[in-house]
C-alpha cells in the first residue's frame, strides 16, 4: 500500500481526529490503537465515536483518520447512524480543508464488501475533502490484520506530511525492545538460563513493526524442549460432563517454532487505560443468575423492555440437524413496532463461565460481589456506563468471554505469561510466523478460559482484561408475530437455531443466548408447545426497528415475494400473521359475508412464499401455521425446498431451484404486478444463489443482457422494491 504522499508538502495540522464506526468492537479497538500510537509518536490527537461528530468543529478540521465496520446488509454500523443522517443533509463542499484517511472493515463473505468505508470515501470527496492516504479495506474473511497492520504502518509517514509532530518522535530511530522485552529476548535466546519466572509488565509498548531476534537457533531448541505439541488433555469427566464450559486446552503444534530465528509482526499492546476503584458500597449482585436484576449499565439503542417468557415450542424433530424453537416473550408495557422489525436480547454470559474466570483471575467470592467502578482517561465505550457495579455485573453483562481473541490479546496475554515457554508460545502465536498455528488456535474458538487454562502462568490484573476484551453483544431475532394480533403489543414471538457444536478434538461449544433461552425455557422436546411452569426469569430486550424498510408494503394490494429458508422465514410468519389480521379486520369493517372472499382477495396482494428445509418431516418449521394460511388463501403459493430428501414431486433442493422453476411466473408477477421480494437468510450460499437466480429472471424472461439485470437489480434495491435481511 503506497501512502499519496508528496514528499514535498509541509504538515500544517495541529492535531488528526481519529473516528470509528463500529459494530462489534473490531474498528473501535482499531482506532483506539491508531488514537493511542499517534500519541507515542508526538501527534496531538482526539478519538470519537462517529456518533460524536458534533465534538468537533468540521470546518476546522484538517486531518481526518476514519476507522469503520459494515454490518447488516451493507449498512454503517448503529453508533454512527446519526453521522450519516447528517452527512446526507450536508450539501456544498464545505470540507476542503480536511484531508483524510479511510480504514474499512468487513467481509467478501458478504455482496456489499466494505459499503460503509466506500460510502464515506465517495461522500467526503463530494463534501470537498481529499485523502492524504490510499484507502484500505480489510477482510475479516481471510484475517483483518492482512490489511490493517501495513496500513497503520504506512499511515505515519503519510501522516507526517500532514500533522505537525513535536517532537518528532516517527524520525527518531526507535528502540525496538522495551527494558522488559529485552529480558525475554535475552531468555528466548538463552543467555538467561533460567526461564522461570519473569515479573508480568503491564506497560509494555511496543510498535507494530517490532522484531524480536531470536537468532540463536540452539538455544531456541534448548528452550523449546517439551513445548513442541499442547497435548489435547481434556480429561474424560470434563468431556462427559453436561457441566457448560469445561475448561478446555487448546491444541497447538509449536514444533515448528524453533525453524523461526525472529518473530515479526507482533501487534501493538493496547495502552493501559483503565483503572478500577471502589464503588459505593449498596447494590452489588452476587444473586443467583436467575433472579438477579438487570444492572443498569447495560445501554441499548431503544428502551431496555424486562420480558418473560411465555411460551416455548421446539420445532424440529430430536434427530433434525438443528434445534430450534419459537419462543413468545411478554412484557408490561405496549410497544409500537411492524412485522419485519427484529428485537435485541442482552444475554449474560454462561455464568459457570464467568465464575471459572474470575476464579482463574484469582478474583475472590468477595471481591467479584465488591461494588467497584472504572477510572482513566479512554475508557472503551461500552464500559463508560459502568458508574458502580460488581465484578460479576460486569464479566456477566459488559465483556465477550467467547468470541476468538484478537493477535494483540494473545500478545498481551504474552506480557502476563510469567512461565518463558508459555510467554514464547504467546508471542510465536500472536507473531507474523506462527500464523498457521493462530488459524489452529482460531479454528478451536477457545473461550478466554480456554486461554487461562492452556496458558496456566498468565497472571493478568482484572483491569487489563476487562477493557481489551470486546464488548458482550446482543442477539438480534426477527419478530414471527403480529402487533394486530391479541395482545400483539405485549409480546413478540421469535425463532432460532440453538447454537451448540462438538470441535473434531470433542470439545463442546455453544453460543452465548441461544442454550441459555432453551434451558431456561426446560429444554422442551419437539413439537411439545409449553406456556405453564416457565421460570420467570427476567430477559433483557428491546426493540430493533428495521432500518432498510424490510416492512411489509402500506399498500396492501401489492404482491410480495417471500424468500426465507430455515430460520429465515421468519419475519416472513410476521408477515403472515399481519395479513391474516388485516383481512379479519377488513372482513369485519367491510361486513364482508364467507361468500364474498373474491371481494376480499381483491383487496389484498398476492403472498408467495418459498421456503426450504433439510427433511419435511424433521425441520419444516412452522408447517401447520403455513398450511393453515395456504388453506385460509392468506398464502396464495407455498414452495418448500427439501435438500436431504430424494424424488420429492414439484420441489428442489433449494429454494433458488424453486425460484428457477417458477421463473415465468414469478416475471409476470414483478413486471404485470410490481411484486415486492424479500430475501431473509444466509448471507452467504443463499442469497446469492437467489440473487443470480432474479438476474437470470431478468434476463430469460425480461429480455435484459446480464449487465442490465444486474444494474436493474441494483436500481429495485434502492427503490426498496428489493430487501434482503441477512446474516452471517
Ligand atoms: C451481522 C453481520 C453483518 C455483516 N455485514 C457485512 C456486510 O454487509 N459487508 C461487509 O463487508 N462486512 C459485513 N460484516 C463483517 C464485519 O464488517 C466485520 O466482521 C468487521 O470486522 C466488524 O467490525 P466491528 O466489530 O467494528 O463492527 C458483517 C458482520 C456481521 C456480524
Redesign the pocket.
Known amino acids: 500500500m503506497v501512502p499519496n504522499k508528496d514528499e514535498d508538502s509541509i504538515p500544517h495540522a495541529d492535531h488528526l481526529t481519529v473516528f470509528?464506526?463500529?459494530?462489534?468492537?473490531?474498528?473501535?479497538s482499531?482506532s483506539r490503537n491508531i488514537y493511542e500510537q499517534a500519541q507515542e509518536r508526538g501527534f496531538k490527537a482526539a478519538h470519537y465515536v462517529l456518533n460524536d461528530f458534533a465534538k468537533v468543529d468540521w470546518d476546522k478540521e484538517e486531518c481526518l483518520v476514519f476507522v469503520v465496520?459494515?454490518?447488516?446488509?451493507?449498512?454503517p454500523?448503529d453508533n454512527s447512524t446519526k453521522f450519516w443522517r447528517h452527512l446526507r443533509k450536508l450539501k456544498g463542499v464545505g470540507l476542503t480543508k480536511a484531508k483524510y484517511a479511510v480504514l474499512?472493515?468487513?467481509?467478501?463473505?458478504?455482496?456489499?464488501?466494505?459499503?460503509t468505508a466506500k460510502r464515506l470515501d465517495t461522500r467526503l470527496q463530494e463534501l470537498g475533502a481529499t485523502p492524504f492516504y490510499a484507502r484500505g479495506l480489510?477482510?475479516?474473511a481471510t484475517g483483518?490484520e492482512e490489511t490493517v497492520d501495513p496500513w497503520i504502518k504506512n499511515l505515519w509517514p503519510a501522516l507526517a506530511h500532514q500533522v505537525i509532530c513535536t517532537p518528532a518522535v516517527h524520525d527518531l530511530p526507535q528502540p525496538h525492545l522495551t527494558p522488559e522485552e529485552e529480558k525475554i529476548v535475552k531468555s528466548l535466546i538463552g543467555k538467561g538460563t533460567d526461564p522461570g519466572q519473569l515479573p508480568p509488565s503491564t506497560s509494555l509498548k511496543t510498535s507494530s513493526e517490532l522484531e524480536l531476534n531470536l537468532n540463536e537457533k540452539a538455544d531456541i531448541n534448548t528452550l523449546s524442549s517439551g513445548m513442541s505439541t499442547l497435548s489435547v488433555s481434556v480429561p474424560a469427566k470434563e468431556k462427559d460432563s453436561m457441566a457448560p464450559f469445561a475448561k478446555y486446552r487448546i491444541v497447538v503444534d509449536f514444533s515448528s517454532m524453533s525453524n523461526h530465528s525472529s518473530l515479526t509482526g507482533l501487534p501493538r499492546v493496547p495502552n493501559a487505560n483503565l483503572k478500577i476503584t471502589e464503588g459505593d458500597s449498596t447494590t452489588a449482585s452476587g444473586s443467583k443468575a436467575t433472579s438477579r436484576p438487570i444492572p443498569s449499565f447495560i445501554q441499548t439503542p431503544t428502551p431496555l423492555i424486562n420480558a418473560k417468557i411465555n411460551s416455548v415450542q421446539c420445532l424440529t424433530a430430536t434427530d433434525a440437524l438443528k434445534r430450534t424453537l419459537s419462543v413468545e416473550f411478554g412484557f408490561e408495557d405496549d410497544v409500537d413496532y411492524s412485522p419485519g422489525d427484529a428485537f435485541g436480547i442482552w444475554a449474560p454470559n454462561n455464568e459457570s463461565l464467568v465464575r471459572g474466570v474470575l476464579e482463574a483471575l484469582a478474583v475472590d467470592e468477595h471481591d467479584q460481589n465488591k461494588n467497584i467502578k472504572f477510572e482513566g482517561e479512554g475508557i472503551p465505550s461500552h464500559l463508560q456506563p459502568v458508574k458502580s457495579a460488581s465484578l460479576l455485573e460486569v464479566f456477566r453483562y459488559s465483556v465477550d468471554l467467547t468470541s476468538v481473541p484478537k493477535k494483540a490479546n494473545i500478545r498481551l496475554y504474552a506480557d502476563h505469561a510469567t512461565d518463558m515457554t508459555e510467554k514464547q508460545q504467546l508471542m510465536f502465536l500472536a507473531s507474523k510466523q506462527g500464523s498457521d498455528q493462530f488459524n489452529a488456535f482460531r479454528a478451536q474458538t477457545p473461550t478466554f478460559l480456554d486461554i487461562l487454562h492452556t496458558f496456566p502462568s498468565i497472571k493478568i490484573p482484572v483491569a487489563r482484561v476487562i477493557e481489551t476484551l470486546?464488548p458482550l453483544q446482543p442477539r438480534y431475532y426477527s419478530i414471527t408475530s403480529s402487533p394486530l394480533a391479541k395482545n400483539g403489543h405485549r409480546r413478540w414471538s421469535c425463532a432460532f437455531n440453538v447454537v451448540t457444536y462438538i470441535l473434531p478434538e470433542g470439545v463442546n461449544r455453544r453460543g452465548v443466548c441461544t442454550p441459555w433461552l432453551d434451558e431456561l425455557a426446560g429444554l422442551v422436546p419437539f413439537g411439545k408447545a409449553i406456556s405453564e411452569g416457565l421460570e420467570k426469569t427476567v430477559i433483557p430486550i428491546f426493540l430493533k426497528p428495521n432500518e432498510t424498510k424490510f416492512n411489509l408494503p402500506t399498500d396492501t394490494t401489492r404482491p410480495i415475494i417471500m424468500i426465507g429458508p430455515g430460520t429465515g422465514v421468519a419475519p416472513f410468519m410476521g408477515f403472515l400473521e399481519h395479513r391474516s389480521e388485516q383481512r379479519k379486520i377488513k372482513k369485519r369493517l367491510m361486513n364482508i359475508g364467507p361468500r364474498s372472499q373474491q371481494q376480499l382477495d381483491d383487496l389484498f396482494g398476492e403472498m408467495w412464499l418459498f421456503f426450504g428445509c433439510r427433511h419435511r418431516e424433521k425441520d419444516w418449521l412452522f408447517k401447520e401455521q403455513m398450511e393453515t394460511y395456504k388453506e385460509e388463501g392468506i398464502l396464495t403459493e407455498l414452495h418448500v425446498a427439501v435438500s436431504r430428501e430424494e424424488n420429492i414431486p414439484n420441489s428442489g433442493k433449494y429454494v433458488q431451484d424453486l425460484i428457477k422453476k417458477e421463473s415465468k411466473r414469478l416475471w409476470d408477477l414483478l413486471d404485470k404486478k410490481g411484486a415486492l421480494i424479500y430475501v431473509c437468510g444466509d448471507?452467504k450460499g443463499m442469497a446469492k444463489g437467489v440473487h443470480d437466480e432474479l438476474i437470470d429472471i431478468l434476463v430469460t424472461n425480461g429480455g435484459f443482457e446480464k449487465t442490465a439485470a444486474m444494474l436493474e437489480l441494483n436500481k429495485w434495491a434502492q427503490e426498496k422494491r428489493y430487501l434482503r435481511d441477512?446474516?452471517?
Open positions: 470509528f464506526a463500529s459494530q462489534t468492537g473490531n474498528a473501535e482499531i465496520s459494515t454490518t447488516g446488509d451493507g449498512d454500523p474499512g472493515l468487513g467481509d467478501t463473505n458478504y455482496d456489499n464488501f466494505c459499503q480489510a477482510d475479516d483483518l470486546p448471507a441477512l446474516w452471517a
